[in-house]
Nanobody, 120 residues
Framework: QVHLVESGGGLVQPGGSLRLSCAASGTIFRIDVMGWYRQAPGKERELVAHIRLGNIVHYAESVKGRFTISRDYAKNTVHLQMNSLNPEDTAVYYC??????????????WGQGTQVTVSS
């Protein structure tokens, strides 16, 4: 069984920064992709950024130049540095990972979500 645990959410003023972290634990053989999604009230969940093996990254247009995703392969963690936050970034942020376990099964795993609120 695999678990993803997020941390780092909170309340921040417009223009401020936050750093989200997500740690994967369990019987993991390989993680091909780790990423972040978000869901604002009344909206569908959307991709924020993801990072593939080899540090190939992809960002949503709305966060390019403001957010940076990084990964620690040894610790099975992914981080999202969020700068120049604005109220439109307010959402629950979810960690996501494409995992192959030690039995060779490949599946998608989600964290429980962490709230990010940008408000003055």
């Amino acid at each position: 069984q695999v678990h993803l645990v997020e941390s780092g959410g909170g309340l921040v003023q417009p223009g401020g920064s936050l750093r989200l972290s997500c740690a994967a634990s369990g019987t993991i053989f390989r993680i091909d992709v780790m990423g972040w999604y978000r869901q604002a009230p009344g909206k569908e969940r959307e991709l924020v950024a993801h990072i593939r093996l080899g540090n190939i990254v992809h960002y949503a247009e709305s966060v390019k130049g403001r957010f940076t995703i990084s990964r620690d392969y040894a610790k099975n963690t992914v981080h999202l540095q969020m700068n120049s936050l604005n109220p439109e970034d307010t959402a629950v942020y979810y960690c996501n990972a494409d995992i192959t376990n030690s039995a060779g099964s490949r599946f998608e795993s989600w964290g429980q979500g962490t709230q990010v609120t940008v408000s003055s």
